[in-house]
T-cell receptor, first 113, second 112 residues
Framework: DTAVSQTPKYLVTQMGNDKSIKCEQN?????MYWYKQDSKKFLKIMFS???????INETVPNRFSPKSPDKAHLNLHINSLELGDSAVYFC????????????FGPGTRLTVL | DAKTTQPNSMESNEEEPVHLPCNHS???????IHWYRQLPSQGPEYVIH???SNVNNRMASLAIAEDRKSSTLILHRATLRDAAVYYC?????????????FGSGTRLLVRP
């Protein structure tokens, strides 16, 4: 069973569209994250949720809205997509208070045309 | 956040040991040293972490200098599957955000 899964794996869309990326973890963790890896391969934290509450918001544009319906899911909705949003988005999860090892999903490659 | 410095790239032969260095001269007393790696077209994966003492697990060993200003990730026998970008990351155990701050890492090339 996949520990952290993301859908879709690839997403190609036009500028101005709205799209969502879904993430699910079956590890029983209480904390989930979204990271963005740009074309230069730098990985940067975007958001983090602990027990469905937002704990990190790294100055990401308001067009990005994470939603955590429960501890096992953290979805990322992006409004009015721009060319600069093209990147690979990784979801991760961890259990706070332990070693806080983060487990990453396989990534979603978003291409905005 | 304390910063780490790693070589951009390293090369190794298959089945030989690999020593990946990391400098973190501004490390604080509460910073854990974490290593993650990212295989091509995959998400990062945890490798190992430590605070002061050397650590071993099934994937690798972590040697931490006595002054903690540097550390070395040791892969005992490199395989082709170990070709990846290796990230050395400091995480303050008092930081309740638990975020990981990735640098540019070391790209490891393993020659058959």
């Amino acid at each position: 069973d996949t520990a952290v899964s993301q859908t879709p794996k690839y997403l190609v869309t036009q500028m101005g569209n709205d799209k969502s990326i879904k993430c699910e973890q079956n590890l029983g963790h209480d904390t989930m994250y979204w990271y963005k890896q740009d074309s230069k391969k730098f990985l940067k934290i975007m958001f983090s949720y602990n027990n469905k509450e937002l704990i990190i918001n790294e100055t990401v544009p308001n067009r990005f809205s994470p939603k955590s319906p429960d501890k096992a899911h953290l979805n990322l909705h992006i409004n009015s997509l721009e060319l600069g949003d093209s990147a690979v988005y990784f979801c991760a999860s961890s259990q706070m208070g332990r070693t806080d090892t983060q487990y990453f999903g396989p990534g979603t490659r978003l291409t905005v045309l | 956040d304390a910063k780490t410095t790693q070589p951009n790239s390293m090369e190794s032969n298959e089945e030989e040991p690999v020593h990946l260095p990391c400098n973190h001269s501004t490390i604080s007393g509460t910073d854990y040293i974490h290593w993650y790696r990212q295989l091509p077209s995959q998400g990062p994966e945890y490798v190992i972490h430590g605070l002061t003492s050397n650590v071993n697990n099934r994937m690798a060993s972590l040697a931490i200098a006595e002054d903690r200003k540097s550390s070395t990730l040791i892969l005992h026998r490199a395989t082709l599957r170990d070709a990846a970008v290796y990230y050395c990351i400091l995480r303050d155990k008092l930081d309740s955000s638990y975020k990981l701050i990735f640098g540019s890492g070391t790209r490891l090339l393993v020659r058959p």
